[in-house]
């Protein structure tokens, strides 16, 4: 049986196939990145296994994370999201989805795409850290009170951390995990 990090649910076929096949590895596409950021703040006070069971929800609830439709959503549309039992039913995230997108948008408009921005932080350099060694970093704080600058809400220290594992800006994977690179 192959070895994997700790934190791996292996009775959860969806959480190991995120695992084996997403997390950790270098995303550059603006729609990849928008939509785990998405699912990253509504993971705030929940854990990631819980966001991660709901995402083909959450896909099909967000138009696919299509932002073009997110951040025309409407009262209308924050309805229906509110009355999704399907997916994560928090007003002040649903809301802060929409408005984070728009500020995602001014991001890519600024930098050119998303991707330019957040792997700017670290001159496109992959850092190298165990998964277990923390939860938050001088690097996620940075970015996380550049987000709040520019309005996101749901965008802490953590969730940045988190987030920066998940799209490969810092590649965690335990060192007797097989997806360890040295």
């Not at 550059?28 to 993971?43: S, T, W």
Request: positive net charge.
């Amino acid at each position: 049986m192959k070895k994997r990090c700790f934190w791996v649910n292996l009775k959860n076929p969806i959480y190991v196939k995120y695992h084996d096949n997403e997390w950790s590895k270098p995303k550059h596409n603006d729609k990849e990145l928008y939509e785990l950021l998405i699912l990253e703040m509504f993971q705030a006070g929940l854990s990631w296994e819980c966001v991660l069971n709901k995402r083909e929800n959450f896909r099909k609830a967000y138009d696919n994370f299509d932002i073009e439709k997110v951040v025309n959503y409407d009262s209308d549309k924050i309805l229906e999201l509110l009355n999704n039992k399907n997916i994560i039913r928090n007003k002040s995230k649903i809301i802060a989805s929409i408005e984070n997108s728009k500020i995602f948008k001014n991001i890519q408009n600024e930098f050119g795409s998303f991707d330019k921005y957040i792997w700017g932080f670290t001159n496109n350099e992959i850092i190298k850290e165990e998964c277990h060694l923390r939860v938050s970093s001088s690097l996620s704080d940075l970015i996380s009170f550049d987000l709040k600058k520019r309005g996101m809400k749901f965008v802490g220290t953590k969730i940045i951390y988190s987030f920066l594992q998940s799209v490969g800006i810092i590649d965690a994977h335990q060192k007797e995990c097989f997806c360890f690179k040295n």
